[in-house]
């Protein structure tokens, strides 16, 4: 009899602990709930919510190749700004964008992640918005590259400067050898309109030019910057967290 208790005892408490542990990892997608999303949108490890820009930002390696235009994604590049702009005019506009973004406050999330993407996919079919057949199909295409998004409360900035100016103002770096991985693109999400910027992706190759990973199994941290107004934005990923019930997701 007391062994039977202690069977019943041990199965109760493994399911208290599936039930109490990470949904990403305990529950298909399929099933969750607003709450389930909301959680992976916020705490996850893909997820970096509510960061701040800080000051005035220098970045290694990219200020002096820009020569007279500036440093790139700030208020001094001028890279977009044509021949026959008034200083007024383009001034003024840099300034309050600049203003603007570094006071913003942004989300960074590691968007080629499948629990990240399921998570932006069940939220559409909650809503209505999206069948969860073609969920279950957007989920299921693996990404070519690392894929980056930005969102912020206030994206003017990207709106005007545009994406080209955005692929030099950013980088990944990596914890264990302190490589640098610059953005092979970034591609603006859009509003319902189609013109609004509402997020920013920063694409990154998986291999480099000899084929090897970018990214090595064992790394520890990998810092994201960027450069927005004349502020940086930056934060960090755990690739060792970043696990879901299929194992390594990035």
Do not use: C
């Not at 208290?16 to 997608?29: C, E």
């Not at 500036?70 to 001028?78: A, E, H, R």
């Not at 993407?117 to 199909?137: I, P």
């Amino acid at each position: 009899m007391r062994k039977k208790a202690f069977a019943i005892a041990v199965i109760l408490a493994a399911v208290a602990a599936a039930q109490a542990g990470d949904v990403w990892k305990t529950k298909p997608f399929d099933q969750w709930t607003e709450k389930d999303v909301q959680e992976i949108l916020q705490t996850s490890p893909w997820a970096k919510a509510g960061v701040q820009a800080q000051g005035a930002w220098h970045p290694d390696g990219m200020s002096q190749a820009n020569g007279s235009t500036g440093i790139p994604g700030s208020s001094t590049d001028t890279s977009h700004v044509s021949a026959g702009a008034t200083p007024d005019k383009s001034g003024g506009l840099e300034k309050q964008d600049a203003a603007a973004a570094g006071q913003a406050t942004y989300s960074v999330f590691w968007w080629s992640s499948r629990t990240i993407r399921a998570a932006s996919m069940r939220r559409a079919v909650l809503k209505g918005a999206m069948t969860e057949a073609d969920a279950e199909k957007t989920v299921a295409n693996v990404p070519d590259d690392y894929m980056i998004l930005v969102q912020g409360t206030n994206m003017q900035i990207f709106q005007h400067r545009g994406e080209e100016v955005f692929a030099k103002a950013a980088y990944m770096q990596l914890k264990k050898n302190k490589q640098k991985l610059l953005p092979t693109k970034v591609s603006f999400l859009k509003g319902s309109d189609g013109q609004t910027v509402t997020g920013a992706v920063f694409y990154f190759a998986k291999k480099d030019a000899a084929g090897e990973p970018t990214i090595a199994p064992d790394e520890k941290e990998i810092d994201f910057y960027l450069q927005v107004g004349d502020s940086k934005l930056l934060t960090y990923f755990d690739p060792r967290k970043m696990v879901d019930a299929k194992g390594e997701d990035l």
